[in-house]
Structure formats: structure tokens, C-alpha cells
């Protein structure tokens, strides 16, 4: 366990009080080997929290023997602000700075919410269990908005890992 959160540090970019993590408290258990094929940010109206809507399948190894099942599972990540007027959810670091983490693109005819430039959400995946963190710095980083890190030392995750390192 101690060397899978030493691998997420690694992905993660350390900026002395000028970046904020959030972790989702909502777990979800899936697929061992699977792999996340969709996600969206959501709002919940009721109470204008950031929803990370994650579907996972085991189409990489569904076949003649094992059907394909895909599971979809939400992420909550609680402490974020929704900006009303802008469409958009943002952080505050613990000097006050203001982050964009997400903001509604009006793309006709689905209108849904992004991850900024600044933004990221790793789905870090330990023998089944799925967990959500929100990382954000005031700089645009590069790379994929979204990264899935699986405590297995396949070769496709070692890349992974390797790349997103190098991207920052």
C-alpha cells in the first residue's frame, strides 16, 4: 500500500501551499483489471456539489467466456464552490488563491462541464476499490485530465506512470 501512494505522489505535483487536493469519500469496488471508458463532471442541484460520474468495464478481458459489464459509479468531492454566475466550480488554496476546477461548455446540443487546464482527477484502482482525488495548481499543466493509476506492475501502467511524470 505505502509503495501505490508512493507511485500517486509521484504523479501528483507538489507546490507548497499553492495547490489543493481534494479526495472523494465515496468508494466504489469494481473490476480488478478493468478499465475506465467513460466520464463527465456532473452538478447536483440540491446542493451544488462536483460529481465525478465514472463508468468502469472488463471489456478488456470480456470474451466467449466472460460477457462484457460495464458498472458506473459517482464521485463527490465535497469543500468545492459553485460559482453561479460563471457556470463554474472553484477551489481556494490555503492562501486564498482562487483555482478553476471545472466550467460549463455550452457545446450544442449537450452543454456539460469540463476540467480545466489546471485540473486533474487521478481514479487510483487497488484490487477492485476505486478512489477519487481531485488535484489542482493555479498553472495550466499538460496531459490527460484524467488518469487512472492501478496498483498492478503491468507494463501499460508503468508506461502511464512514466509519461505523466514526464509531462510535467
Known sequence: MKLFLALLALAVPVASGQSVEIVSPNHAYTFAYGDAILHQIERDHLTNEMIARVTFSNYPYAGDR???CDETFDFVFPGLHFDAPRNEFVARTRHQVRIPIAALHPNFPYAGYKLEPNAKIFLAKRSGRVTAVLNAT???????????ID??????????????????
Open 66 to 68: 466472460e460477457s462484457r
Open 138 to 148: 493555479p498553472q495550466p499543466r499538460d496531459g490527460g485530465r484524467w488518469v487512472q
Open 151 to 168: 496498483d498492478n506492475w503491468s507494463l501499460q501502467n508503468l508506461l502511464a506512470l512514466g509519461f505523466e511524470r514526464l509531462t510535467h
